[in-house]
Every structure is written in C-alpha cells, then in structure tokens.
C-alpha cells in the first residue's frame, strides 16, 4: 500500500513539474500565448512606425507651405543627380508607376498572402491606393509647392512605387523579405534619381514620397490587426492574432509558411 502511495505521488508531482518546466499543455498555451504577444507588438511597431513617417511628411509640408523652395537637401540631391531632361531611359522607369502597376502590384500582393492573414491581404490590396490618393488629393494641393509650377511635394510617382513595394515586402513569407526588400528598395531608388534626373520633382519630393507610400501601407497592416484583435477579445474574451493558422493544426509551421524556430508554435508575422 505503501509503495503504491508514493509511486502515486511522484506520477503527480512530474506531471506538475512537466507542467512548469515546458513539456505540459498548460505551458503550451503559455508559448501560444507569447506567440500572440509577439505578433501585437510587431503590429503596434507598424503603428508607431508608419504613423511617425506620415507625421514627418506633415510636418515637412507644413514647413513647405510656408516656405516652398529648395533646401539643403534639395541642392545637395542635385549635385548627386544631375538633369537629364527628356532622357528615354528614365522617361521608361517612371512608367513603373502607372495606374495598372499600381493596381496589379496591389492585387497580386494581396494573393500571395491571403491564405495566410486576410487582413494583411486587405491592407496589400487597400493601402497603395489610399496612399497615393493622400499624395494627389490632400498633400499636394494643401501644401501647393510647386517645381515649374506643377504640384509636387510629396511625389506621387515615388508614393505609387514605394507603397507597392512596402505591400510585397509584407505579403512574402519571411524567408522571401530579404531579397524582395532589397528589389524593392532598388525600383524605388531608380523611380527617385529618374524624377529628379527629369526635373519633374525636387529631391525633397522624392524623399517625401517614400515616407508616404512606406508609413501607409504599415499603419494600415498595423491598424486592422490591433483594432481586429482588439474587438475580437472583447467579444470572446480570447484576442486572436488576425491570421488564418491554427497552432494546433500544424505545429511546425508558423503563420507565414516556415517553420517555428520555438518548439513547434507560431512566431509573430513581422
């Protein structure tokens, strides 16, 4: 009787102890639940981070309706850049950013990452057009700068490229971001020198317009996934984190497609 008590006891006390130390379901949902931190504060980063890049751009405006000519930047982006008015070659990398790129970008970005979070795909799809929309409807005709007497503070063009890009960078899985950051960043950086090289815009317009495309498209990913989770959790009681997977259907992968580098659970989409 004596043995069976302890044998007993020591089957309790290692389930306990399993429970505690990582191998039990209660410290499971303790890592499922560290997976959904992590992916909140990837979204309130996005937030924090986008709307900081459109309050710069608004307060640059602000400056600009105030004073609307050339500053340093602009002197110095001229002397790295020089004219090259009419130029073929640059007149075809500025069609990078007409309207059907601009909407086929969208559309195929939001494709690539529908299946794995739905509100990402509708930020992909929404947010280069809101983007660009900000740029030509509001900013551009508010500030009024002008560049040989065309509106021109922020580039709409660059705006355009740049939410797309943004767009891409988010909608690939996390072993693809590197590589598509960097095309991106190199069709963005053509899309400013071909501007300037045109003389369509000052340097500052350009810069002006990465800020833009970029801080949209984050503030809007971040946005739907906070207010989401939020207005989830306080109907269920149990904020999820807006994408599709479920930790216990495959446990080995994370929601963006590649393996869990923590024991099998979701790691937060970046």
Request: glycine letters at 10%; aromatic letters at 8%; proline letters at 5%.
């Amino acid at each position: 009787m004596t043995d069976s008590t302890t044998s007993t006891d020591t089957d309790v006390s290692t389930a306990v102890e399993d429970t505690e130390d990582g191998t039990g379901l209660d410290t499971e949902a303790h890592h499922f639940d560290d997976g959904a931190a992590g992916h909140a504060a990837v979204w309130r980063s996005e937030v924090i981070g986008g709307g900081a890049m459109v309050g710069i751009v608004v307060l640059v405006a602000l400056f600009f309706r105030w004073r609307p000519g050339p500053t340093f930047v602009d002197h110095w982006g001229f002397s790295l850049v020089h004219a090259d008015i009419g130029s073929s070659f640059w007149m075809h990398v500025t069609d990078i950013r007409s309207t059907s790129t601009l909407v086929a970008g969208s559309i195929l970005a939001a494709l690539v990452v529908v299946l794995r979070d739905h509100w990402r795909a509708l930020a992909c799809l929404v947010a280069p057009t809101l983007a660009v929309l900000l740029t030509e409807f509001v900013l551009k005709p508010v500030i009024a700068r002008r560049f040989e007497f065309v509106l021109t503070f922020p580039s709409g063009s660059v705006t355009a490229v740049a939410a797309v890009a943004t767009a891409w960078v988010l909608a690939v899985p996390r072993w693809l971001r590197f590589p598509v950051v960097v095309i991106g960043a190199f069709v963005v950086g053509l899309e400013c020198i071909a501007i300037i090289a045109l003389q369509w815009h000052y340097p500052s317009d350009a810069l002006g317009g990465v800020l833009v495309g970029v801080g949209v498209v984050l503030l809007a990913d971040g946005l739907l996934h906070v207010v989401v989770a939020a207005v989830r959790g306080h109907f269920t009681g149990n904020p999820t984190d807006g994408t599709t997977s479920d930790p216990t259907s495959d446990p080995t992968h994370a929601p963006d497609g590649e393996p869990s580098a923590s024991s099998g659970l979701p790691t937060a989409t970046t």
